[in-house]
């Protein structure tokens, strides 16, 4: 990717990365067929128009894949190896992906916290107790 190329891609994604700073978890969605969007977008998916709002999602929902990591894929992330990433459908539609235990699985309910690791913040998932 080119100089202009990324920084198009960080200034779209920037409400996102702002609302982790806050400790908050957000997503597009289409202001015209309300559809949400599972990454930072120009456009809608499903409609195609280009109205999109960002919104703060309610952190919660079900864990659809998890992978273990086992070789970093950069320096600042060997530390932390081994560690697990999950893809977690929200409860507003948009899928994610976080950090999580290593002890989730598949249909877990889970909630979005937010921790830090090298000076940024990064979307961390945890099982919801059965209660809960």
């Not at 659809?64 to 409860?91: G, K, M, N």
Request: hydrophobic share 40%; with cysteine.
């Amino acid at each position: 990717m080119n100089t202009s190329t990324l920084t198009a891609v960080h200034r779209l994604s920037q409400p996102f990365l702002d609302g982790l700073a806050e400790g908050k978890l957000r997503y597009q969605i289409c202001k015209h067929c309300r559809s949400a969007q599972s990454l930072s977008r120009q456009a809608c998916l499903k409609c195609g128009e280009d109205k999109l709002e960002w919104l703060d999602a309610s952190g919660t929902g079900d864990v659809i894949a998890v992978t273990i990591i086992s070789r970093a894929p950069s320096d600042s992330f060997r530390a932390l190896v081994p560690y697990a990433l999950a893809l977690v459908r929200l409860d507003q539609g948009p899928r994610i992906m976080g950090h999580i235990d290593k002890e989730a699985r598949v249909g877990d309910r889970v909630a979005f916290s937010v921790f830090q690791h090298d000076g940024r913040p990064l979307a961390k998932f945890h099982a919801l107790n059965k209660s809960e």
